[in-house]
Nanobody, 127 residues
């Protein structure tokens, strides 16, 4: 059973930093795809970053390039989202997601189908 568990959210002031974690289990971590999405109230869900775990290729939304960094720890089946220079518009619920366990990369991110989702972790950035 695929399980994704996020942690690390919180409240920070603009310009601050946070690191989100997503612990994955129930599937082969190496050679797959994991992604971060976010959704603020009244808005559509937005892809933030994705990583192909076999090649460490990372994809970013334009809105976070240069500020957010996605990484992985294959020994602990965990991916991270390090967020710097946070802005009030980054305020949202952040979700970890994975496509089918048979997908081996994130090629085509974010326009691929994501099957498994974590429960989310809230990030609030105040001005």
């Amino acid at each position: 059973q695929v399980q994704l568990s996020e942690s690390g959210g919180g409240s920070v002031q603009a310009g601050g930093s946070l690191r989100l974690s997503c612990a994955a289990s129930g599937f082969r971590f190496r050679g797959g795809c994991l992604s971060w999405f976010r959704q603020a109230p009244g808005t559509e869900r937005e892809g933030v970053a994705g990583i192909s775990t076999g090649t460490s290729t990372v994809y970013y939304a334009d809105s976070v390039k240069g500020r957010f960094t996605m990484s992985q720890d294959t020994a602990n089946n965990t991916v991270y989202l390090h967020m710097d220079s946070l802005r009030p518009e980054d305020t949202a619920m952040y979700y970890c997601a994975s496509p089918s366990i048979y997908r081996t990369t994130c090629a085509g991110w974010p326009r691929i189908s994501f099957t498994y989702w974590g429960q989310g972790t809230q990030v609030t950035v105040s001005s």
